[in-house]
T-cell receptor, first 108, second 114 residues
């Protein structure tokens, strides 16, 4: 079992729709949870981090954390073609573990 | 503010040759990370420095990989000898001391081993 699992996608949504990206993790002692966006050929950039159960909103992005279910998600509202990228979930326990990423395509 | 700088951006070498990558973190960032990213995978931590001390190198293949951060600023990652399976992107990141909260990644070095 991988420590951080994501659906590889591709996930395709129309412009203006809500994109929902999911991530599960195996280490119950994990403390912090991160979402990174990575455009093709570029390095990852941090979108959001969340520590506590519940929702955290930042503009069009909402991160959701459920530690009991070991589940973290990212919602992107009003998706734009510029949101097309690979989204990496990262989980911090004793170190930082990344998922393999979900490729998102937003179609105009 | 300048971001994380890495060089070279691309490197092509033959197997069994040595190779070195250089990273200059964001000014004031005491924590420096080296990651390896294979195509279609997320970054995998190789080593983390707090100032000049390597605090986590458990994932670094020490038979062929070495790293240093002598003055607590710049860092060099070396592979000797390189193998075909080492072809990947090597990412350097930095953050404020003791914090994984906001890692800033450099552009990476794409290594191809022939």
């Amino acid at each position: 079992q991988k420590e951080v699992e994501q659906n590889s996608g591709p996930l395709s949504v129309p412009e203006g729709a809500i994109a929902s990206l999911n991530c599960t993790y195996s280490d119950r002692g994990s403390q912090s949870f991160f979402w990174y966006r990575q455009y093709s050929g570029k390095s990852p950039e941090l979108i959001m981090f969340i520590y506590s159960n519940g929702d955290k909103e930042d503009g069009r992005f909402t991160a959701q954390l459920n530690k009991a279910s070991q589940y973290v998600s990212l919602l992107i509202r009003d998706s734009q073609p510029s949101d097309s990228a690979t989204y990496l979930c990262a989980v911090r326990g004793n170190d930082m573990r990344f998922g393999a990423g979900t490729r998102l395509t937003v179609k105009p | 503010e300048a971001g994380v700088v890495q060089s070279p951006r691309y490197k092509i070498i033959e197997k069994k040759q040595p190779v070195a990558f250089w990273c200059n973190p964001i000014s004031g960032h005491n924590t420096l990370y080296w990651y390896l990213q294979n195509l279609g995978q997320g970054p995998e931590l190789l080593i983390r420095y707090e100032n000049e001390e390597a605090v986590d190198d458990s994932q670094l293949p020490k038979d062929r990989f070495s790293a240093e951060r002598l003055k607590g600023v710049d860092s060099t990652l070396k592979i000797q000898p390189a193998e075909l399976g080492d072809s990947a992107v090597y990412l350097c990141a930095s953050s404020l001391q003791g914090s994984y909260n906001e890692q800033f990644f450099g552009p990476g070095t794409r290594l191809t081993v022939l």
